[in-house]
Protein backbone atom coordinates (compact mmCIF):
# COMPACT_ATOMS: atom_id res chain seq x y z
CA UNK A 1 0.00 0.00 0.00
CA UNK A 2 1.63 3.28 -0.55
CA UNK A 3 1.50 6.33 1.37
CA UNK A 4 0.52 9.64 0.22
CA UNK A 5 4.63 10.39 1.84
CA UNK A 6 5.82 8.32 0.18
CA UNK A 7 4.15 9.06 -2.89
CA UNK A 8 4.93 12.70 -2.46
CA UNK A 9 8.94 11.87 -1.69
CA UNK A 10 8.92 10.04 -4.93
CA UNK A 11 7.27 12.99 -6.57
CA UNK A 12 9.98 15.44 -5.79
CA UNK A 13 12.48 13.12 -6.61
CA UNK A 14 10.60 12.28 -10.12
CA UNK A 15 10.70 16.13 -10.35
CA UNK A 16 14.62 16.82 -9.23
CA UNK A 17 16.00 13.91 -11.92
CA UNK A 18 14.72 14.86 -14.21
CA UNK A 19 15.54 18.51 -13.80
CA UNK A 20 19.24 16.81 -13.47
CA UNK A 21 18.64 15.17 -16.49
CA UNK A 22 18.17 17.91 -18.80
CA UNK A 23 20.91 20.18 -17.46
CA UNK A 24 23.58 17.56 -17.87
CA UNK A 25 22.11 17.12 -21.46
CA UNK A 26 22.57 20.86 -21.93
CA UNK A 27 26.43 20.40 -21.02
CA UNK A 28 26.68 18.13 -22.97
CA UNK A 29 25.26 19.72 -25.91
CA UNK A 30 28.15 22.51 -25.16
CA UNK A 31 30.81 19.78 -25.58
CA UNK A 32 31.31 19.88 -21.84
CA UNK A 33 31.30 16.24 -22.21
CA UNK A 34 33.60 14.05 -19.69
CA UNK A 35 33.14 10.47 -18.70
CA UNK A 36 31.72 11.27 -15.72
CA UNK A 37 29.19 13.69 -16.91
CA UNK A 38 28.09 10.76 -19.17
CA UNK A 39 28.16 7.69 -16.35
CA UNK A 40 26.06 10.61 -14.62
CA UNK A 41 23.42 10.95 -17.25
CA UNK A 42 23.02 7.27 -17.49
CA UNK A 43 22.45 6.94 -13.61
CA UNK A 44 20.01 9.16 -13.70
CA UNK A 45 17.94 8.11 -16.96
CA UNK A 46 18.34 4.49 -15.12
CA UNK A 47 16.58 6.23 -12.14
CA UNK A 48 14.24 7.92 -13.94
CA UNK A 49 12.78 4.83 -15.87
CA UNK A 50 12.70 3.30 -12.29
CA UNK A 51 10.56 6.05 -10.74
CA UNK A 52 8.29 6.16 -14.10
CA UNK A 53 7.64 2.67 -13.56
CA UNK A 54 7.17 2.63 -10.02
CA UNK A 55 4.53 5.22 -10.70
CA UNK A 56 2.87 3.37 -13.66
CA UNK A 57 1.95 0.10 -11.01
CA UNK A 58 0.15 2.30 -8.71
CA UNK A 59 -3.52 1.62 -8.64
CA UNK A 60 -5.87 3.72 -10.48
CA UNK A 61 -9.71 5.05 -10.70
CA UNK A 62 -11.70 6.59 -13.07
CA UNK A 63 -13.54 9.87 -12.04
CA UNK A 64 -15.44 12.74 -13.49
CA UNK A 65 -14.27 16.07 -12.77
CA UNK A 66 -15.17 19.79 -13.69
CA UNK A 67 -12.74 22.68 -13.92
CA UNK A 68 -15.00 25.57 -13.89
CA UNK A 69 -17.72 24.97 -16.69
CA UNK A 70 -16.12 22.20 -18.49
CA UNK A 71 -16.23 18.50 -17.59
CA UNK A 72 -13.55 16.28 -17.53
CA UNK A 73 -13.54 12.58 -17.17
CA UNK A 74 -9.96 11.15 -16.35
CA UNK A 75 -7.82 8.37 -15.20
CA UNK A 76 -6.19 9.11 -11.72
CA UNK A 77 -4.03 7.46 -8.65
CA UNK A 78 -6.07 7.27 -5.58
CA UNK A 79 -4.02 7.30 -2.31
CA UNK A 80 -6.58 6.83 0.77
CA UNK A 81 -9.39 9.96 -0.35
CA UNK A 82 -6.92 11.74 -2.70
CA UNK A 83 -6.79 11.85 -5.91
CA UNK A 84 -3.54 12.70 -8.46
CA UNK A 85 -3.93 13.30 -11.73
CA UNK A 86 0.08 13.47 -13.55
CA UNK A 87 1.44 13.03 -10.08
CA UNK A 88 -0.74 16.61 -9.24
CA UNK A 89 -3.37 16.57 -6.04
CA UNK A 90 -6.56 17.20 -7.61
CA UNK A 91 -7.81 19.97 -5.28
CA UNK A 92 -10.46 22.88 -5.33
CA UNK A 93 -7.50 25.35 -5.25
CA UNK A 94 -5.88 23.60 -8.43
CA UNK A 95 -9.28 24.04 -9.80
CA UNK A 96 -10.97 20.66 -9.88
CA UNK A 97 -14.43 20.59 -7.99
CA UNK A 98 -16.80 17.91 -7.57
CA UNK A 99 -14.00 14.81 -8.19
CA UNK A 100 -16.52 11.60 -8.42
CA UNK A 101 -15.43 8.32 -9.29
CA UNK A 102 -17.24 6.30 -12.15
CA UNK A 103 -16.79 2.56 -13.36
CA UNK A 104 -15.81 3.86 -16.56
CA UNK A 105 -14.77 6.14 -18.95
CA UNK A 106 -17.10 5.41 -22.21
CA UNK A 107 -17.04 6.32 -25.63
CA UNK A 108 -19.61 8.52 -25.20
CA UNK A 109 -17.60 10.47 -22.31
CA UNK A 110 -14.73 10.89 -24.40
CA UNK A 111 -16.50 12.46 -27.24
CA UNK A 112 -18.67 14.76 -24.94
CA UNK A 113 -15.10 15.97 -24.20
CA UNK A 114 -14.09 16.46 -27.69
CA UNK A 115 -17.29 18.32 -28.41
CA UNK A 116 -17.19 20.54 -25.63
CA UNK A 117 -13.09 21.16 -26.35
CA UNK A 118 -14.68 22.77 -29.65
CA UNK A 119 -16.28 26.02 -27.71
CA UNK A 120 -13.17 26.66 -26.00
Sequence with gaps: MTTLKEFNQKSKQLGQVKNKISKLEKLIRMGENTLSTDFYLDFCEKLKDRLEKWFDELKTVFVQAWIGSRKYYREVVKIGKSYFNNREKM???????CVTEIP???EKMRNEMISDSYYY
Design 104 to 106: EIT
Design 91 to 97: TKSNGWH
